[in-house]
């Protein structure tokens, strides 16, 4: 299957501070990018979607100027969350989608904020 | 709007013996696709199976399949000769036109030697 990366897999940052995660693509080319949140023993909550060289669209109730979405390119998204605080600390999941109708999914990133 | 339910929070299965996991679906289209993942201990996403609603014949792959029925709106999963490493969570998945997914809460399954 497709291959998608995410970095960093693990961050802590200090209360205030931005945070960007990089989510790729390494086999395939994701017209379209999928951002998640995942809480302990939860199940994935869309936060946005991407499509390349496009604004994200953002489900009801996530800050888009909290969580700023890029999708640069074909292989490229990313996500920053601005000015991290305790609440924002997560599981946070990439998942590309090509011309297909699956969506593969990057290992996760793990942001804690102190 | 679809929704994705899976009744059961928790699931187990003596190692090699066979378990089914359950998931229902409401929507009000006709072409859509239903997916399974798992997610072990690691959290990576993995993808299990896949059913294009419009095939009848149910998918299968190597030790897993599916029993989809349409009418009834319900997508389970079947896992043969249950193995250790088929310890995790199971997220039951639909999607439509729109390009996103809508996932049910989920099933963690646990696999006894």
């Known amino acids: 299957g497709a291959v998608v990366s995410q970095h960093p897999s693990r961050v802590i940052c200090k209360s205030g501070t931005s945070v960007k995660i990089e989510c790729r693509s390494l086999?395939?080319?994701?017209?379209?990018m999928f951002w998640y949140r995942q809480f302990p023993k939860q199940s994935l909550m869309l936060m946005a979607t991407s499509n390349e060289g496009s604004k994200a669209t953002y489900e009801q109730g996530v800050e888009k100027d909290k969580f700023l979405i890029n999708h640069a390119s074909l292989t490229l998204s990313t996500l920053t969350v601005t000015s991290a605080h305790p609440e924002d600390s997560s599981f946070y999941i990439c998942?590309?989608?090509?011309?297909?109708?699956?969506?593969?999914f990057g290992p996760g990133t793990r942001l804690l904020v102190l | 709007a679809q929704t994705v339910t899976q009744s059961q929070p928790e699931m187990s299965v003596q190692e090699a013996e066979t378990v089914t996991l359950s998931c229902t679906y409401d929507t009000s289209e006709s072409d859509y696709y239903l997916f399974w993942y798992k997610q072990p201990p690691s959290r990576q996403m993995i993808l299990v199976i896949r059913q294009e609603a419009y095939k009848q014949q149910n998918a299968t792959e190597n030790r897993f399949s599916v029993n989809f029925q349409k009418a009834a709106k319900s997508f389970s999963l079947k896992i043969s000769d249950s193995q250790l490493g088929d310890a995790a969570m199971y997220f039951c998945a639909y999607r439509s036109g729109y390009p996103d997914m809508r996932f049910g809460a989920g099933t963690r399954l646990t696999v006894k030697p």
């Open positions: 086999d395939f080319q994701a017209t379209t």
């Open positions: 998942s590309g989608q090509g011309s297909g109708k699956t969506q593969y």
